[in-house]
């Protein structure tokens, strides 16, 4: 019998909720066949069989939460006799599934090393502590894949914070709530997966980081203008959008502005300055806030930025964001403006310094040359982190960003 554990998915993850069987008890399975759908605070996962067999049993229904080693399946191997499987010691186990583990890497990459013949043990990993990537894989097998530009010392969002920092705070007590049912009729949703990564991300970041809100409003009349200009020329699917130029000039700008793309680690007393632009987009999917990442984005172009929003924001509604796409970001930047608001107060995308947030770009009075002009305006708050950067270094960061947004000309060097 082997016993299938839910393995190490890399990127800090110690669990994830069971959504879905692809296969019932007693059923015949090959190896590398769909077993089990998990969804973790990354994204949505289709776990491989890692034998083929008969499924003996399985441990778990959709909704519960299975934690990382914990045995998910039971399947007699196929070849397998009672006195072979009767021979076999503990530690002959043991070792068998220590022999799985020798190299970090998600089950469907595994599944890839083996499609095209590569024994994954001889794969460099080049993701968070050693992981080997899909990339990684495809780059052993002499074919190019994304992973050409990847940066090895990509930082993992999910940095464990000591147990101290979350203890002995002062004056602060969560007391009990009251019984709201004693009221009336109450609905109570466990906090799972994405829901619950979200809590524990903003709360840490809130009371982690001291936040600072500068605010400003852009006049985007002429960036307006030539977006739209450069859209006539290309189909609705290639369409260039406001934020995708944000974004390049972001990763530009953040060259000038290291305090803004960094992270503090309090442990040490340091503060970590990221030479690579790694820029997340907070989305909203039907499942909760997600952050896909935008990954090397001062060495592409307005429109490829645009190209690669749409294509991450698609998977994001549809649930197939992978963890690589969702990792990484350096700096984020959250878009409310297509729903609503004047403004908005981000919270910042713990560990990293600082985030943008946009409101709704749209007509506006302003005086320009003693006159009383329409023109089209984006307010903006950018939140940073006051342990690495100052009042007067966010006034310049976003004084240079607002002249880049108000003179497109001045950073647009390809489309």
């Not at 934020?243 to 305090?259: E, G, H, M, R, T």
């Not at 770009?361 to 100052?390: E, N, Q, S």
Request: aromatic share 4%.
């Amino acid at each position: 019998m082997f016993e299938f554990k839910l393995p190490d998915l890399g990127e800090g993850i110690h669990e994830g909720e069971l959504l879905k069987w692809y296969v019932k008890e007693k059923d015949f399975i090959r190896e590398d066949d769909p077993l089990c759908d998990m969804e973790t605070d990354k994204a949505t996962v289709t776990l491989p069989s890692p034998r083929t067999g008969t499924i003996m049993k399985l441990n778990g229904n959709p909704g519960d939460m299975i934690r990382v080693g914990q045995v998910l399946a039971v399947i007699e191997v196929s070849g397998e006799n009672s006195s072979e499987t009767s021979g076999q010691t503990d530690d002959a186990k043991v070792q068998d599934q220590e022999m799985k583990k020798q190299v970090a890497a998600a089950p469907a990459t595994r599944r890839l090393a083996r499609e095209m013949g590569i024994d994954i043990t001889t794969v460099t990993g080049t993701g968070s502590a050693g992981k080997v990537t899909p990339e990684d894989v495809q780059l052993a097998a002499g074919e190019p894949g994304k992973g050409d530009l990847k940066d090895a010392g990509t930082a993992d969002p999910d940095i464990a914070v000591p147990e101290e920092i979350h203890s002995g705070i002062p004056f602060l007590e969560i007391p009990a709530l009251p019984d709201y049912a004693e009221e009336g009729p109450v609905e109570k949703i466990p906090m799972r997966s994405l829901r619950k990564k979200v809590a524990v991300k903003t709360t840490s970041s809130m009371i982690l980081i001291p936040h600072v809100a500068h605010m400003e409003e852009w006049d985007v009349t002429e960036l307006e203008a030539l977006r739209k200009s450069l859209n006539r020329e290309k189909n609705e699917s290639d369409r260039i959008t406001l934020l995708s130029f944000i974004v390049k000039a972001l990763a530009s700008l953040l060259k000038q502005y290291p305090q803004f793309n960094a992270s503090v680690d309090p442990r040490k007393m340091e503060i970590i300055h990221k030479k690579y632009y790694h820029i997340g987009i907070a989305a909203d999917t039907p499942k909760g806030l997600i952050v896909p990442v935008i990954r090397q984005a001062d060495a592409k172009s307005v429109t490829q930025i645009a190209t690669e929003i749409r294509s991450l924001a698609g998977k994001g509604r549809d649930g197939t964001l992978t963890a690589e796409e969702l990792t990484g970001s350096t700096f984020t930047v959250t878009n409310v403006g297509a729903i609503g608001g004047t403004g908005v107060f981000p919270i910042i995308n713990y560990p990293e310094s600082a985030i943008l947030g946009m409101g709704r770009v749209g007509p506006k009075p302003m005086v320009k040359d003693d006159a009383v002009v329409i023109r089209t305006m984006l307010p903006v708050t950018l939140c940073f982190d006051h342990r690495v950067a100052d009042g007067a270094g966010a006034a310049y960061f976003m004084r240079d960003l607002k002249q880049m947004m108000e003179t497109p000309m001045v950073f647009m060097t390809r489309v």
